[in-house]
């Protein structure tokens, strides 16, 4: 029987620039969850991503020292453009709504980022058992950051919109598993590991 969905346990740390409109604040983003999609349909294939998101920022004297968490969810539809035995591509489109929040004894900060993104994917196969993949991304980022107790004020903070890439290598470990390990650059600099079964 064909395998019908496509599921993934997926960790990364991402340095993500984004701007008051004044300066860029180098926020980091960490994120452990998991994205599953209906590969039973084609050839686009709905999909969705939730887990627990953590940003933490040095750019800002009312965040120092604070790490938000919180977590994310991200619909998703993803196309197959091609589906050979050595190549494989992918046009996803993922709408990623992520809420975090921390406290101390005089200020509480809440973060609502919301980032449209569109990935193109190329899986070529090196061998029978490793892979190159390679992506394009193109995406935004708008975030509200809400502070409230000795500083009350709401900040809008956005990354315009941005060409990046990502590179990395898949490994099929047998039984429809992969793991595979991947570097962001351009949009996010940082690294994504996942963990890949096919049901």
């Known amino acids: 029987m ?3 969905l496509d599921f993934a346990l997926h960790l990364s740390r991402l340095d993500i620039p984004i701007s008051d409109g004044q300066q860029d604040i180098t926020t980091t983003v960490k994120h452990l969850g998991v994205v599953s999609f209906d590969i039973s349909q084609q050839p686009l294939q709905p999909g ?12 800002q004297s009312a965040t120092a020292g604070m790490e938000l968490e919180g977590f ?5 539809l993803r196309g197959v453009l091609l589906d050979g035995r050595r190549l494989n591509a992918t046009l996803t489109v993922t709408y990623l709504y992520q809420r975090v929040r921390d406290s101390n004894a005089t ?10 993104q569109m990935d193109l994917a190329l899986n070529w196969r090196l061998g029978s058992a490793v892979s190159l993949v390679l992506g394009g991304q193109y ?10 107790g000795a500083i009350y004020r709401t900040v809008t903070l956005h990354r315009d919109p941005t ?4 590179a990395g290598l898949d490994m099929d470990v047998g039984g429809d598993g ?3 390990a991947l570097i962001h650059r351009a949009i996010a600099d940082g690294v994504e590991l996942y963990f890949q079964q096919l049901f």
């Open 48 to 59: 969705l991503g939730v887990g627990y998101a953590y940003t933490s920022d040095s750019g």
């Open 139 to 148: 995406g935004r980022i708008d975030v509200d950051e809400k502070f409230n």
């Open 2 to 4: 064909p395998a019908s």
């Open 163 to 166: 060409l990046g890439y990502r």
């Open 107 to 116: 200020q509480s900060v809440t973060q609502e980022w919301q980032q449209p």
């Open 72 to 76: 994310y969810i991200a619909p998703a």
């Open 178 to 180: 992969h793991v595979g």
